[in-house]
């Protein structure tokens, strides 16, 4: 079994093959230094990723002695392959569309089965996107290709890497935390994360907010976010800072207290973070706590003459309620390029996973920082794309001869959309999440290894979708190895996609899918969790299946209810079930 990253990845035992293009990138900057020219990694992106979905077992993994256990990837018995395509920002620009596709082509020609993409840019057509067209032809040659949503949340229509034939992946949390306290003067407590490997433990200190500690020539909104020279050592010297999560990295903040003299720093979320809160290896004693509980610290060293607090050491904490909920900085649908299917497909651990990292760089992955360490705490949806890579693995091997959109269809119609307590899904906020955060929910590994039925799709299925979306021969040309004639009349409605979405409906619309048996023979029944202000048919109700391979067609009929008129997008969802096996599909509907 081959993995590949699309970034870059250190060497060790199962990486069988490393490879690196920058053609693309020397032709537009130049050539680069000997020490980057090559696939070694320099900045711990790759090997954290690549280990995630591959990486053997490795007892005594920890962060400076945090979440200590064996470590090991989604298929830890995978041989890996790294592919290195991304190279030091210029202009906001790190991978280049030569390199990218350079990188795929290779990838194809080596006979790899997965491709694990943790990068991606913003949303545009996919006859312009380089990830996209290299997906296509990895596709096409029977390799599923699982890529990241990207980072941009919680805003709505910010997901990137949109294929239908890609398995789009969101980052949510996990059940294990780093919880660290802040005590306040006043016997106040908040539980905050962090790795920090000091504390401020059972002294009091003074606590002030970073606004207060402003710089001569700093604005009190850059203070307060603890940018790069905006805090005045005599006003930050021997006190914890209460900086405001935002624009510079987490870390930064952490690193600029402790350029002023800083003892400590509380890092309060924003607004849109919520409650998404994040244990980072900071430079100092540090812990990081939610929108809510920021708001009553900032309250007290307000309004306090003589504020004053002192921050716990970190503890490893397994089995936390509630878990998973979607990470503020997971991007969402819907999608801007291709609204008629959802995006993201699923979810996936994001946050604070601990992995392989390189040696090439401290923890914070900052120039300031000269500690290292050979396993990392990072977060985002490059992290939680190789979860889904890693079990994508397990199913290639269990299921060799199943195409790339048999197994996505087995990770999205298996996924839960409740957490740990039974109850629905919900954002950093600690509102209900809808589809456009976790597309078909969370990943469920066990169930995804059974799904029963499959929804399949064919390359052609997808040049189609090509077709439906109005693009010329020349467009499709950058997919089609020869002239594809499009289909003719084509429409999306019957697109066979694991999800259902439409768009404007007014009145009534009818859509098909089919479903192909992968297990044993059964009969299924059909249920439906109606969209709000729309009614579901589904003709006919139940499915026989008498063998492997068989396959049913069945419609869906949505109907607008009267007072459902011009509202937003409302989500249902449509399960097919044998009594064992649950076939989950969302609905995703937008009145006219």
Not at 41 to 56: I, K, W
């Amino acid at each position: 079994m081959f993995f590949i990253s699309m970034e870059t990845a250190s060497l060790h035992a199962e990486l069988i093959g490393a490879r690196y293009f920058n053609k693309g990138y020397a032709a537009a900057v130049g050539a680069l230094n000997s020490s980057f020219d090559s696939p070694r990694d320099t900045e711990g992106h790759g090997s954290h990723t690549l280990s995630t979905a591959g990486g053997n077992f490795v007892p005594g993994a920890n962060v400076f002695g945090f979440g200590n256990g064996t470590a090991k990837g989604g298929s830890p018995k995978a041989r890996v392959a790294a592919y290195k395509v991304c190279w030091p920002p210029v202009g906001g620009n790190e991978c280049f569309d030569a390199d990218v596709l350079a990188g795929f082509d290779m990838a194809i020609h080596d006979g790899v089965d997965v491709i694990s993409v943790s990068l991606g840019g913003d949303p545009m057509a996919l006859f312009n996107d380089s990830v996209a067209i290299g997906s296509f032809h990895a596709v096409r040659n029977g390799i599923v290709v699982i890529c990241s949503a990207g980072n941009s949340g919680p805003a709505d229509g910010t997901v990137s890497n949109i294929a239908p034939w890609q398995i789009t992946v969101g980052a949510s949390t996990m059940d294990r935390q780093f919880p660290s306290y802040v005590i306040l003067g006043n016997k106040m407590r908040f539980k905050g994360e962090s790795l920090s490997t000091e504390a401020l433990p059972n002294k009091l200190f003074p606590i002030i907010s970073a606004a207060d500690a402003k710089a001569a020539n700093a604005s009190v909104g850059d203070a307060l976010l603890c940018k790069p020279g905006s805090l005045d050592p005599k006003k930050a010297k021997g006190k914890i800072l209460v900086c405001l999560r935002g624009d510079n990295a987490r870390v930064d903040k952490g690193q600029q207290a402790a350029l002023a003299g800083a003892v400590g720093m509380v890092l309060a979320n924003n607004q849109l973070s919520g409650n998404e809160i994040i244990a980072d290896p900071h430079v100092l004693p540090a812990s990081h706590i939610n929108y809510i509980d920021g708001g009553a610290v900032f309250a007290y060293v307000n309004h306090t003459r003589y504020p004053m607090a002192y921050i716990t050491h970190p503890t490893t904490r397994l089995g936390t309620k509630p878990a998973p909920f979607m990470a503020a900085f997971s991007s969402k649908g819907p999608s801007t390029i291709t609204p008629e299917i959802l995006k993201p497909d699923i979810t996936a651990p994001g946050v604070s996973v601990i992995a392989a990292y390189t040696e090439a760089q401290g923890p914070t992955n900052q120039d300031f920082d000269k500690r290292r360490v050979l396993f990392n705490s990072v977060s985002g949806t490059s992290m939680s794309c190789p979860h889904i890579s890693g079990i994508v693995g397990l199913l290639k091997t269990l299921y060799p001869t199943w195409s790339p959109s048999a197994i996505k269809s087995a990770i999205m119609t298996t996924a839960t959309t409740q957490d740990n307590i039974k109850e629905p899904l919900t954002n950093a906020s600690n509102f209900k999440a809808t589809p456009f955060s976790y597309g078909a929910g969370h990943v469920q590994p066990n169930r995804a290894m059974d799904p029963g039925l499959v929804y399949d799709l064919t390359p052609n299925d997808y040049l189609n979708f090509l077709c439906a979306l109005g693009y010329n021969q020349t467009q499709i040309a950058m997919f089609s190895k020869s002239p594809y004639k499009c289909p003719n009349p084509i429409s999306l409605a019957n697109f066979n996609y694991p999800s259902i979405t439409i768009l404007a409906l007014n009145g009534s619309t009818t859509v098909t899918r089919t479903l192909k048996n992968v297990g044993s023979p059964g009969t299924y029944s059909a249920h439906v969790q109606n969209p709000a202000g729309i009614s579901v048919f589904v003709q006919p109700e139940s499915l026989k299946f008498g063998k492997v391979g068989e396959r049913r067609t069945f419609k869906v009929t949505m109907k607008v209810e009267g007072g459902n008129k011009g509202r937003d997008y409302v989500f249902g969802e449509l399960t097919w079930s044998d009594g064992k096996h649950h076939v989950r599909s969302p609905i995703v509907v937008k009145p006219n």
